[in-house]
């Protein structure tokens, strides 16, 4: 059988491993949908090994692996595991129920009572409600700062500091970190530290995805997804991955094992099967689109601002260039944006509740990385929990014909302006050329 190694990731997530010591795979041309809640054990003596042995990374030493009980391991997860790992870059990888699973997981099996993280200020609205109202009754304590100021990050950092927890881009309004200044700051840290005291970046890669972005390169030592999203893409399965090193790995299972938030293996089997092959052709047309929607808001005299990394305007273009790098080199600026309307002009409630009404292209919902165009309020929905109000407007882009996509927004920008006769009058003379408006 061919090797895998030196082919392309795109292609790599199409074919999967060539060999699992979880499976047969050399003969199963789509991976096998395993569905078994326990396990045969033939022995006492086989039972106790496998309980002995559970934790360790991959036993691929040619013999049957031993299976207990699918929420200690299972093997559909465990390739769907050892994939995202490989495209990562990442030592080793432990699949959650939903990306909070994942999340939660990550940080309470590195944290104890007295630790501390220093987070971004903006993050998912549930990881925000998970540092300031759950963490702090295991009294782990999140300080917020600015993480691309690595001057107030160093000023933080005290001897309970033990992660440094961001997303990049920022969900929503896809702010991004620089992970090699970060990086920098980490190692010079670290220097003084026990090994088991070394400060960690943990970064959530949901909204780049690791055809996006690679952030272990960059250096991250942890990697979060929600599967739920760009990496499932179709919007039928909820779940979660951490990649991390190999000496994370055992207490990850571990603390899994107990709390219990285990990825199914049919959500497993369909991420793998149809989330991981088309990734690369579902964000490549998902970006080709969220370009020209980006391009197009911009013009739009409703839209008091576009932030989309692909734009010329995007204030960290730079290192949108350097950090935002899809598998075959190429810019991945993403499929999400962000823009906010002219109150004057239009009003962001009414806008999406007139897409609610009249879109077909557009749908009024949470999530994103689905293969429908998706469209929300982040303050009063996604990140309510920060309990702030106004702000912008939260667009996922996917896989619709962006012609269809523009002339729903236009149409909605153009019902909720019309409510508006000031804005309306405006809207008509600047679209006349400046000569007919002179006349
Ligand atoms: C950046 C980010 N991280 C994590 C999550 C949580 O994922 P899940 O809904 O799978 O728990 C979300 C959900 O929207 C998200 O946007």
Redesign the pocket.
């Given at each position: 059988m061919a090797r895998k190694s030196g082919y392309k990731l795109t292609t790599r997530l199409v074919h999967g491993p060539e060999h699992s010591a979880k499976w047969d795979f050399s003969h199963h041309v789509t991976p096998p949908l395993s569905s078994s809640t326990t396990y045969r054990l033939d022995s006492a003596r086989r039972g106790a090994r496998g309980f002995g042995e559970f934790g360790q990374l991959v036993r691929d030493v040619g013999e049957a692996p031993i299976y207990i009980y699918d929420r200690l391991d299972e093997p559909t997860r465990s390739i769907l595991e050892g994939e995202l790992a490989d495209v990562e870059g990442g030592e080793a990888c432990v699949s959650f129920a939903?990306?909070?699973?994942a999340?939660s997981a990550a940080l309470c099996s590195t944290l104890r009572a007295g630790d501390e993280l220093i987070a971004h200020p903006v993050l998912?609205g549930?990881?925000h409600s998970l540092l300031t109202r759950w963490l702090p009754r295991q009294d782990i304590r999140a300080q917020r700062v600015d993480l691309n100021d690595i001057a107030a990050v160093r000023a933080a950092v005290n001897e309970r500091t033990r992660v440094v927890y961001l997303?990049t881009p920022v969900?929503p309004t896809l702010e991004l970190i620089d992970l090699r200044a970060l990086r920098g700051l980490c190692d010079e840290l670290n220097r003084g530290r026990a090994p088991q005291r070394r400060l960690l970046i943990f970064v959530?890669n949901?909204?780049a995805t690791p055809f996006g972005q690679r952030p272990l390169q960059l250096g991250a030592d942890v990697v979060?997804h929600?599967?739920?999203?760009n990496l499932g893409g179709f919007g039928t399965e909820?779940?979660?991955a951490v990649i991390c090193p190999r000496e994370l790995h055992s207490e990850l299972l571990s603390y899994r094992k107990d709390f219990g938030a285990i990825l199914s293996s049919k959500s497993a089997w369909a991420i793998m099967v149809y989330g991981l092959p088309t990734l690369a052709l579902r964000l490549k047309r998902q970006q080709f689109t969220a370009r020209k929607v980006a391009h197009w808001l911009e013009a739009q005299e409703e839209v008091a601002r576009v932030v989309y990394p692909g734009l010329e305007s995007f204030p960290q273009r730079e290192l949108a260039r350097s950090q935002l790098v899809d598998f075959d080199g190429d810019f991945a600026p993403g499929n999400m944006l962000y823009f906010e309307l002219d109150p004057a002009r239009a009003q962001a409630e009414e806008f999406v509740d007139e897409i609610a009404r009249s879109a077909y292209s557009v749908t009024l919902a949470?999530?994103?990385g689905h293969t429908k165009t998706l469209i929300e309020l982040p303050a009063s929905m996604?990140h309510s929990s920060y309990g702030s109000s106004g702000g912008g407007v939260r667009l996922s882009i996917g896989l619709e014909s962006p012609s269809d996509i523009i002339a729903d927004l236009g149409a909605a920008l153009r019902a909720v302006s019309r409510a508006r006769p000031n804005a309306k009058a405006k809207r008509v003379r600047a679209k006349q050329p400046k000569r007919a408006r002179r006349q």
């Open positions: 939903s990306g909070m699973a999340i998912y549930c990881t997303e969900n959530d949901t909204f979060l929600s599967l739920t999203k909820i779940g979660g949470v999530s994103l996604t």
